[in-house]
């Protein structure tokens, strides 16, 4: 069976420092790969999601940035973060055959 | 437009009794299909039944069920015998597109309350 990791788990930030959020996937090869971003009392916004390594296809324009270096890792970065980009997010692998997204456990950031 | 409309930000059922959620939508594909997540205060995101727009029965999933309107464009869920532990955020989604163009939009949810 699928399983997906995110690290870290929680995460507090001041404002302009770095962001890098990982997302690895076992039990499966070249899966779709989705970062999701759910801020307070808001539904979830499709951030970005990959079909492969190197492929990646923003949904909104932001303050972030993904990479996929490798088959089963998913990599959510920042250069300088925001106010903004405190939430909790999601890394999701799409499962089969009802094309069903599978969610990983989150890391809440929290920016300062 | 909102693609997933969740009119209901909150809801209270009294523990045994069912619930629905309502869920409408928007989509101008002919296939597409409609799922239902429960998100705990925990924060995990828990699939709990999929309805395909091809599917001519209602999906159901234990003491979850589908009631699926195709010409109304509502996916609306119900939870039949609530339970303490069926307390948590409810939110519908739709699959559009395949392939690279696969999209899955989410609506902003439902707060759902069993009182004891």
């Known amino acids: 069976s699928q399983t997906i990791h995110q690290w870290p788990a929680t995460l507090v930030q001041p404002v302009g420092s770095p962001l890098s959020l990982e997302c690895t996937v076992e039990?499966?090869?070249?899966?779709?790969l989705y970062w999701y971003r759910q801020a307070a009392g808001r539904g979830l916004q499709l951030l970005f999601y990959s079909v492969g390594i190197g492929q990646i296809s923003s949904e909104v324009p932001q303050n972030l940035s993904a990479s996929r270096p490798q088959d089963r890792q998913f990599i959510l970065s920042s250069k300088k973060l925001l106010l903004s980009d405190s939430g909790f997010y999601l890394c999701?692998?799409?499962?089969?055959?009802?094309?069903?997204?599978?969610f990983g456990p989150g890391t809440r950031l929290t920016v300062l | 437009a909102q693609k997933i409309t969740q009119t209901q930000p909150g809801m209270f059922v009294q523990e045994k009794e069912a619930v629905t959620l309502d869920c409408t939508y928007d989509?101008?594909?002919?296939?597409?299909?409609l799922f239902w997540y429960k998100q705990p205060s925990s924060g995990e995101m828990i699939f709990l039944i999929y309805?395909?727009?091809?599917?001519?029965q209602n999906a159901t999933e234990g003491r979850y069920s589908l009631n699926f309107q195709k010409a109304r464009k509502s996916a609306n869920l119900v939870i039949s015998a609530s339970q303490l532990g069926d307390s948590a955020m409810y939110f519908c989604a739709m699959r559009e597109g395949g392939g690279s163009n696969y999209k899955l939009t989410f609506g902003k949810g439902t707060l759902l309350t069993v009182n004891p």
């Open positions: 999701v692998y799409r499962g089969t055959p009802y094309n069903e997204q599978f």
């Open positions: 309805q395909g727009s091809y599917d001519e």
């Open positions: 039990g499966t090869s070249n899966p779709n």
């Open positions: 989509t101008s594909d002919q296939s597409y299909g």
